[in-house]
């Protein structure tokens, strides 16, 4: 098993390698990314491997999700650009909801992110951990939900954050850097993340 995750993880990188550039870039404290793919990560709506069925001979349908539907794309670059560009969250966060998909990791974190911005830090949580729920490996989440655990001064539980996005997607990777900035800043510096 090491050895083959030892084969596929440098083929994989190189495939990223490749890709074009995402059509909006994502910032260090603050972007969802572009929208979900149609091609959810393993950890997204996989279907079950073959034999695990409780139920023999019958075949679940796959849930559908919309993702491949180029309006939920368009909706979402809109409430994106309604986020980064307009800095208009309330709007943005009726235009995420508006999708009808807040179930998505990447949603649901823009949503939380958009409440964080507003100052309410309960509901902020809430959609924090409900994209961790969706997504329990959605780096971005745990970033941002680490950010939000600096500005309550609420350090260690940041630094566990830290710890999971090392975990994730390694120290080198832009979310662990933004979180640990933010965490060498001194507590209280007013720093708006």
């Known amino acids: 098993m090491a050895s083959l995750a030892k084969l ?21 404290a603050g972007g969802g990314g572009d ?15 073959a034999g695990r069925s409780s139920q023999k001979g019958k075949k679940k349908p796959q849930k559908q999700s919309g993702l491949e539907d180029s309006s ?19 709007a943005a966060i009726g235009q995420l909801k508006a999708l009808g998909r807040d179930d998505i990791a ?22 924090y951990e409900r994209a961790l729920k969706s997504d329990p490996n959605h780096v971005r989440t745990w970033q941002y939900y680490g950010l939000w655990q600096v500005e309550q001064g609420n350090r260690d539980s940041a630094q566990y954050h ?5 975990a994730i997607c390694g120290t080198a990777c832009d979310e662990y850097k933004s979180l640990a900035a933010a965490l060498e800043q001194p507590p209280g510096s007013g720093l708006v993340y």
């Open 162 to 166: 830290l710890s999971r996005i090392a």
């Open 8 to 28: 596929l993880i440098p083929a994989l990188l190189s495939i990223a390698w490749m890709a074009p550039p995402a059509a909006i870039p994502a910032f260090a």
């Open 106 to 127: 990447d949603v649901a974190n823009l949503i939380g992110y958009s409440y964080r911005k507003l100052g309410d830090y309960k509901l902020s949580q809430a959609w």
């Open 35 to 49: 929208p979900p793919s149609a091609n959810p990560p393993p950890s997204q709506s996989q279907p079950a491997p």
């Open 72 to 90: 939920f794309a368009d909706g979402y670059r809109a409430a994106y650009a309604t986020i980064y560009q307009r800095n208009d969250y309330a």
